[in-house]
């Protein structure tokens, strides 16, 4: 009996040994950022490990080059800019870069797939600066899967506690909670808080909300297209 005692206390002391050998190796851990070029300027953002389906999705397209040269093709003030179609892509005519034409509205483009939603109330919602996917409507998409590249990042507006509260009473309906943490960073922060539960926020900005703050509140025509293009020249894996 005391042999096996003394075996467990051995492991024991073995496993909280071990426990603090891991300690400073998650400490050190980054996550994953990816630096947005845009003719605006430049937007980092840092990508969630809670929505490791999208991270990898979105990444995997930022090393393909697949949203080099692609527009902000739909911009609305107060509330969000849009991008990642491949219909809204510059291209080359010689020694100059053409814009698709604005005959055609753009955004109707993605890779051929979906991704599989990733919700995760109350860690990631819809607050000021938020990356998330765009989708197709629930109509057409009862699972609400996302766009396989097609993104968006909140700028939102600005909220007071009455016309919060009702869309958190509407939100509640749904079955979807706005729990304090959420709540206190709405009226803080502002954000687009009726699209919890709904779409997939898998990200947030870490740097340049000034530039999508001046992305946002550019001129667009009835489409909701800058009149102005806006491009995203690059989009650069890295890590901080």
């Known amino acids: ?47 969630s490990d809670e929505t490791p389906r999208h991270r990898d999705n979105f990444l995997k397209l930022c ?13 609305i003030k107060d509330f969000m800019i849009q991008g990642g179609s491949c219909d809204a892509r510059v291209t080359s005519h010689g020694d100059s870069l053409v814009s698709p034409t604005r005959e055609k ?20 919602f819809h607050e000021r600066g938020a990356l998330a996917a765009a989708r197709e409507g629930d109509d057409v998409n009862p699972e609400m899967r ?28 749904k079955g979807i909670d706005m729990d304090r943490e959420m709540w206190n960073a709405y009226l803080s922060r502002g954000g687009a808080p009726h699209l919890d539960g709904t779409y997939t926020v898998f990200g947030h900005v870490v740097e340049g ?29 890295e890590k901080h």
């Not at 400073?24 to 990508?47: F, M």
């Not at 080099?68 to 911009?75: A, E, I, L, P, Q």
């Not at 109707?108 to 860690?123: I, S």
């Not at 000034?210 to 894996?237: C, G, M, N, S």
């Open 105 to 124: 509205v753009l955004g109707d483009c993605d890779p051929g797939y979906t991704v599989e939603a990733e919700f995760n109330l109350p860690w990631l």
């Open 146 to 173: 996302s766009s396989g590249s097609q993104f968006y990042i909140v700028y939102g507006r600005s909220w007071g506690e009455n016309s919060l509260g009702k869309v958190r009473a509407a939100l509640a309906e």
């Open 63 to 75: 090393r393909e080059g697949y949203y080099d040269g692609t527009h902000f093709h739909r911009v």
């Open 209 to 237: 909300m000034k530039v999508v703050k001046e992305i946002q509140a550019v001129a667009t025509d009835k489409d909701d297209r800058p009149l102005k293009d806006v491009v995203l020249l690059r989009a650069i894996v």
């Open 1 to 47: 009996m005391n042999g096996n005692k003394e075996t467990m206390q051995r492991l024991l002391t073995l496993n909280i040994l071990l426990l603090f050998a891991l300690a400073p190796a998650q400490a050190k851990r980054k996550a994953t950022t990816v630096r947005l070029e845009t003719t605006a300027g430049v937007i980092r953002v840092e990508l």
